[in-house]
C-alpha cells in the first residue's frame, strides 16, 4: 500500500473516533461545557491533560531543539515539566476548592475586583491565542507534508473536526477526544523511538538506549560527542550557553506552565481536592512518557543525520556522501525547502560541518569551502525520522496523526479557555449577569465557533512574529498570572490594590524587555537595541524575563498590600476556607 | 478548631516546602549550577549531570508529585479535613 493511501487511512481513522466522541459526549449544561461537570476521573483527567498540555511543538520541534542544540536543550525538558510541581502544591487543589469554571473568576473573587478579572482575561486571551496560532500551523503543516495536501485545506479541515467536538461538546468533549488524542500521539512519538533505539543500540527502552553502548561497544553520548566536535560542532553534552540565562529560563518555563489558564483549567473538571492532587501526578506521568523519549530521540536523530551525510573518515576522499546517492527522504524533504544542499565547492559531494574556528583551517585544507547543509530546519527531525531510519510506511503514517493529535488536542484546550473568558468572565460577569443557564450555554458555543475561527484566520495569516510570541505566552503567564494565583492562595493579607499593581508591573517589566529586543509589538524595525547576549541585561535573553517579571509582581504586590488596608473580612475567611479540602 | 486548621496549615506548608526544594536541588542544583562537577561521573553512558537534565530531574518530579499527595492524604486524615 502507498505511503500516501496509509496515512488517509491512519489519520481518518483517528478522526472518525473524535466525532464518535463528540457525538457521545455532548455538553447539555454550562458546568458541563466549561468544566466537563466536575466528574473526570483523575487518570483520565491526568492523561487529557496530557494531551492539552503536548502541543506541536513537544510533539515536533522539540526533538529536533534537543538534536540540534543537545545539554543546552535542557531547559525546555525541565521547564515544561517541572511546572506540574508547582501547579500540584501551589496551585490546583485550592483553585479546585474554590470550584468556579474560569482563572479570572478566581482571581475577580478573591481580589474584590472585576478589574482584577478583566486584566486576567486579558492576559489570558492573549496567552491564549498565540499559543493557537502555533497549533494552526502545525496542522497546516503536517497535512500539507504527509498528504500533500495544500496547506489551507489541511487547515480547514482542522478546524471543522475543532469545531464539532469543541462546540458540541465543551470541556466534556474536549477531554474525551483529548484522552484518545494521548493514545495516538504517544503511541505514535514512542513507537519509531523504540525501534531507532534497538537499531542503534540493541536496548528497545529508548529512555536507556541513549546510554547504552552502540554495536562497536562505544557508549552513544561518547560517540556523539566525537562525531560532532570531528566536524567543529559543540559537543552534544557541553553547556553552550550562560549558566544564568539556562537558569531563568528554566525558571521562567516553570512558572509559565504552572501560570497557563488552559492547563489549570483542567484540575477544575475532578470531583475531589485531593483528586486534583493525584491528577496532577498523572498528567506528569504521561507527559513524562514523551518528555525523557524526546532526548533520545534527539540524540538518535543528530547520530543517523551525521552519518547519513559522513559516511567515512573526515576528509578522506569517500568521506562524504555523494550528492546523487543522496537517500529518498533527503529529496522528499528538499522539496519542501526545510533541508537545502549547496555545493560549495563543487566536487558533488556533500560537507556538512560545524563553524569552530579550529576545524575552519582543516576544512579549508580538505578543499571544503564551507558548510554545504545550508538549510537543515531542525522541525523535521521527528517527521523524517522514521524515514531516515527506514521504518515501514505504517510508522510514517501514524507518526502523521501523531502531530495532527498533538495539535488539535491543544488548540481545543486554548479555544475553550478563551470561549469561556469571553462568555463567562465577559459576558455573563460584565454584560448580562442575568442570562440563564441555557443563553450563557448558547453563549459558550457562540464564542467558541468565534474563537476557532479568529484562530483559522490567524492560521491562515501567521504574524510574521508568530514564533517570538511564545516567549511572550509564557512570559505573561509567568510575569502576570502565577503571581496574583500563588499570593491569592498564600497570603491573606493580599489585597486588591497590591494584585493589580503587581500583575501590573509583572506585566509591564515583561512587555518592555521582550519589546526592547523584539520591536514594539514585535514590529522589527522599532527594536531598540540589538538582540543578541552582549546587549541583555546581565546576558537574560528575553524569553528568560518571565521569572523576573514575577519577582517584580511579587514585590510590588507586597508592598502595595502592606501599605494599604487588608482585605475585608469575608475575603480573608475564604482564603482560609480555599486551604482545607472540605 | 481554629488553632487545629493552622496546625494543619504549618504542615502542609512543612511539606510542601521540603518537596519544592528537592525540586529546586535536581533541576536548578544538579542539571544546572553543578552540571559541570557532576558530569565527571560516568552512570552507564551518562555523565551525570547530563542524565540529570535530560532524564533524571523529569523522574523526580514525577515521584515528588505523587509523595506530596500521599502525605497530604494522611495529613487530611489527620486532622479530619478530608473531602
Known amino acids: 500500500m502507498s505511503l500516501q493511501l496509509m496515512t488517509y487511512l491512519v489519520v481518518g481513522a483517528t478522526f472518525a473516533v473524535y466525532i464518535a466522541i463528540a457525538i457521545k459526549a455532548r455538553a447539555t449544561s454550562t458546568g458541563e461545557f466549561y468544566v ?33 542544540n543537545g545539554y543546552d536543550a535542557s531547559v525546555y525538558l525541565m521547564g515544561w515539566t517541572g511546572g506540574y510541581c508547582l501547579l500540584a502544591m501551589l496551585l490546583a487543589p485550592y483553585l479546585r476548592k474554590h470550584g468556579k469554571f474560569t482563572v479570572p473568576a478566581f482571581i475577580g473573587d478573591r481580589y474584590y475586583s472585576n478589574t482584577a478579572r478583566l486584566v486576567a482575561v486579558v492576559c489570558l486571551i492573549t496567552a491564549s491565542l498565540t499559543y493557537v496560532i502555533g497549533q494552526m500551523k502545525g496542522i497546516g503543516v503536517a497535512f500539507s507534508r504527509f498528504l500533500e495536501m495544500p496547506y489551507e485545506y489541511g487547515l480547514f479541515i482542522g478546524m471543522a473536526i475543532v469545531f464539532v467536538y469543541a462546540v458540541l461538546g465543551g470541556m466534556k468533549g474536549i477531554t474525551y477526544t483529548q484522552i484518545a488524542q494521548y493514545c495516538v500521539l504517544i503511541f505514535a512519538y514512542t513507537v519509531p523511538a523504540i525501534f531507532i533505539s534497538l537499531q542503534l543500540t540493541g536496548n528497545p527502552v529508548p529512555q536507556l538506549g541513549l ?34 540565562d539556562m537558569a531563568l529560563l528554566t525558571l521562567s518555563l516553570m512558572i509559565g506552565t504552572a501560570g497557563l489558564p488552559h492547563v489549570i483549567a483542567r484540575f477544575f473538571t475532578v470531583p475531589k481536592v485531593k483528586d486534583a492532587r493525584f491528577s496532577a501526578g498523572w498528567a506528569l506521568v504521561f507527559i513524562a512518557l514523551l518528555y525523557t523519549t524526546a532526548p533520545a530521540v534527539g540524540a538518535m536523530a543528530r547520530l543517523n543525520l551525521m552519518n547519513t551525510i559522513q559516511t567515512d573518515e573526515v576528509g578522506s576522499p569517500e568521506g562524504n556522501l555523494s550528492y546523487e546517492e543522496r537517500p529518498t527522504w533527503f529529496m522528499n524533504w528538499e522539496k519542501t525547502g526545510l533541508l537545502q544542499f549547496e555545493d560549495k565547492n563543487n566536487d558533488g559531494k556533500i560537507q556538512y560541518y560545524g563553524p569552530g574556528e579550529e576545524f575552519a583551517a582543516k576544512a579549508a585544507s580538505y578543499g571544503w569551502q564551507g558548510n554545504e547543509m545550508v538549510k537543515v530546519d531542525r522541525d523535521i527531525m521527528v517527521l523524517a525520522n522514521p524515514e531516515i ?17 498533538a495539535a488539535l488536542s491543544t488548540a481545543a484546550g486554548l479555544l475553550l ?28 458555543r457562540f464564542s467558541m465557533a468565534g474563537a476557532i475561527v479568529v484562530a483559522g484566520y490567524l492560521g491562515l495569516n501567521p504574524p510574521g512574529f508568530a514564533a517570538q510570541v511564545v516567549a511572550l505566552a509564557f512570559g505573561l503567564a509567568a510575569s502576570s498570572l502565577f503571581p496574583v494565583l500563588m499570593m491569592g492562595i498564600f497570603s491573606k493579607r493580599m489585597n486588591r490594590a497590591g494584585a493589580i499593581c503587581g500583575m501590573l508591573a509583572g506585566l509591564g517589566s515583561t512587555l518592555l524587555y521582550i519589546f526592547i529586543y523584539k520591536g514594539w509589538f514585535f514590529f522589527q524595525a522599532t527594536a ?13 535573553s528575553p524569553g528568560s524575563f518571565g521569572a523576573v517579571g514575577a519577582l517584580f509582581n511579587f514585590a510590588v504586590a507586597f508592598i502595595v498590600a502592606w501599605s494599604t488596608a487588608p482585605p475585608p473580612k469575608h475575603i480573608q475567611q475564604m482564603v482560609e476556607n480555599l486551604r482545607i479540602p472540605n | 478548631m481554629k488553632k487545629n ?19 529546586a536541588i535536581v533541576s536548578f542544583g544538579c542539571s544546572i549550577f553543578f552540571v559541570e562537577q557532576l558530569n565527571a561521573i560516568m552512570i552507564g553512558g551518562f555523565p551525570l549531570g547530563f542524565w540529570f537534565a535530560q532524564q533524571g530531574s523529569i523522574y523526580i518530579f514525577v515521584a515528588l508529585i505523587f509523595i506530596y499527595f500521599f502525605l497530604m492524604e494522611k495529613v487530611d486524615k489527620d486532622f479530619d479535613v478530608d473531602d
Open chain 1, 36 to 68: 466537563a461537570g466536575k466528574g473526570v476521573h483523575p487518570i483520565l483527567n491526568g492523561m487529557a491533560t496530557g494531551a492539552d498540555w503536548m502541543s506541536a511543538a513537544s510533539f515536533i520541534s522539540m526533538a529536533g531543539l534537543i538534536a540540534f
Open chain 1, 211 to 244: 546510554g547504552s553502548t552502540m554495536t562497536d561497544g562505544t557508549y552513544l553520548l561518547d560517540k556523539l560527542d566525537i562525531i560532532l566536535v570531528d566536524l567543529g560542532f559543540a559537543a552534544y553534552t557541553a553547556q553552550k550557553g550562560s549558566t544564568l
Open chain 1, 389 to 405: 531510519a527506514g521504518l515501514p510506511n505504517w510508522v510514517i503514517a501514524l507518526v502523521a496523526a501523531g502531530g495532527i493529535a
Open chain 1, 417 to 444: 479557555a478563551i470561549a469561556s473568558a469571553i462568555s463567562h468572565d465577559l459576558l455573563k460577569s460584565v454584560f448580562a449577569p442575568n442570562m440563564d443557564d441555557k443563553t450563557e450555554l448558547m453563549a459558550s
Open chain 1, 528 to 540: 531598540m537595541l540589538p538582540d543578541n547576549p552582549a546587549n541583555w541585561l546581565f546576558g537574560i
Open chain 2, 5 to 23: 486548621l493552622s496546625q494543619y496549615w504549618k504542615k502542609n506548608l512543612l511539606i510542601m516546602i521540603c518537596l519544592l526544594a528537592v525540586w
